[in-house]
């Protein structure tokens, strides 16, 4: 019965996410649990797999904007490091006895990074804008890209003469801009995004072509219109639900030999040395150690794409079927080590900031942080909406102000809006170390992370001896008490604010009444 799967995946998700581990891996145990009692997946759980990846890959299309591409530390890095883990990995695969062919494709797909998790981890500390994480999603972007390369390659057959008539395809995008723009209404939007992932790929198959490919294909047509964003929206719950689907297929197929650990370890002891040569790549194009570092951690994982791309190809015979769980194996477990590194990041960069920073070279690039905020005598971090309106007040109220913030695009908007913005790292211990804080009077905290983050910063700052007033956005009262123990000031809870507000403006209106 297909409700035994859907229960065991949904414990074995909540167990592992509470020790801080994707769910996804969750899913990949059910599937092996499930196949150790005999468990047979039917062709319900076998066309939820199949459209998890469709939608998957429907929503990378939505993010490939060429401009995050085309830059020197994105296809520098991304290109060459793909090319050199390739190299390690062939001789390698070549040993323990895979043709040439085989060898080629697992060692490509082995040199990506998860786009899940780097997606996840950049959301929950609100730096998606960030320039690190700018530079990490084009990366992303550029193996996905890969990836569909290697997909369309192991989708077998040629081509229908007539497959050329899906080159016309970005001529649709007035047309689908227009018609989104219509949908007012959140099931539409849902719908609509449904029927572009499902349509792709049936169209494309009709040509002959990989129907992933189409599914991406229609995701890129609206990748910068404004509202394509909102599309993903809807569609993330059911992508994420149907990714069940494929993860617990390949658990099914049960665990692996003795011989197929002993590759899982080596590779997994690989996975440092893929590390390393991210950083040392980034040091090379100028990046600032820290910058390099948070690109680094997010992107030290194998991804989803591995596992995908490669069961593709298994599908089409072109690398053999027991790899698969294999590569299952091995990114769950490094989707473990990589929930322990993001967790502990900020106290790792801690530990190894004066030796990282050894490696950093001169150049310019957007994340260069100042030494001196002149003659101001507060500061603004975080320039959202709350931090613009403290900055703004405090402006237009006569006093020395300046902000700062980690998105360059929201540096140059407020920059050509006549504010003094800065970039910064907040949560760099070395930004605080060598900047002159001695004229600040009170620091504003308004960024957009979690509570746990902005305690960081505030015991940071305690560390550099900066003993002035921090006052920090509370969300709610839990945070308002972790912030108050923390030594900083909580101000502005939204709800109760408005709650307040609004009782004023009422019993002003019912005095106004009376008189």
Known sequence: MDI???????????????????????????????????????????????????????????????????????????????????????????????????????????????????????????????????????????????????????????????????????????LLSKLLRMLDRDELMLLMALALAIGGEALFLQFNVSGELGALAMGMLLANDEKGEQLEKKIWGIKEAFLVGFFLQIGLTGLPDTSAWTVIGFFTLILPVKAALFFALFMVFKLRARTAYQATISLTAYSEFTLIAGAVASSMGLIPEEWILLLAILTAISYIANSILVKNEDKIWEKMNDFLVKFQRGGRTPDKQLSTLGASEYLVIGMGMSGTAAYDYLKENGFQVAAMDINPDRISRHIEEGRRIVYGDAQDIGLWEKLDTSKIKSILIAMSTGIDLKIHVINMLKECEFKKEIFILAMNEREEAVINHAGGIPVMIPAKEIGRHMGVLSTEADKSDKN
């Open 4 to 174: 035994v799967w859907v229960g065991v995946a949904f414990i074995f998700g909540i167990i592992v996410s509470k020790i801080h581990i994707p769910p996804l891996v969750g899913y990949l145990v059910a599937g092996i649990t499930l196949g150790a009692f005999g468990y047979e997946g039917g062709s319900v759980l076998k066309e939820i797999s199949h459209l998890g990846v469709v939608f998957l890959l429907f929503t990378v299309g939505l993010h490939i904007k060429i401009k995050n591409i085309l830059t020197m530390e994105v296809l520098g890095t991304g290109l060459i490091h793909l090319f050199i883990s390739t190299l390690i990995y062939i001789p390698i695969i070549l040993f323990i006895g895979l043709g040439l062919e085989a060898a080629i494709i697992i060692s490509i797909i082995l040199g990506f990074s998860s786009t899940v998790l780097t997606a996840k981890k950049l959301e929950s500390r609100g730096e998606m804008g960030a320039y690190y994480g700018r530079v990490a999603i084009g990366i992303l972007i550029l193996q996905d890209l890969v990836a569909i390369g290697i997909i369309a390659y192991a989708g077998g057959g040629v081509p229908s003469y007539w497959a050329v008539v899906l080159l016309g395809l970005p001529l649709l995008r007035p």
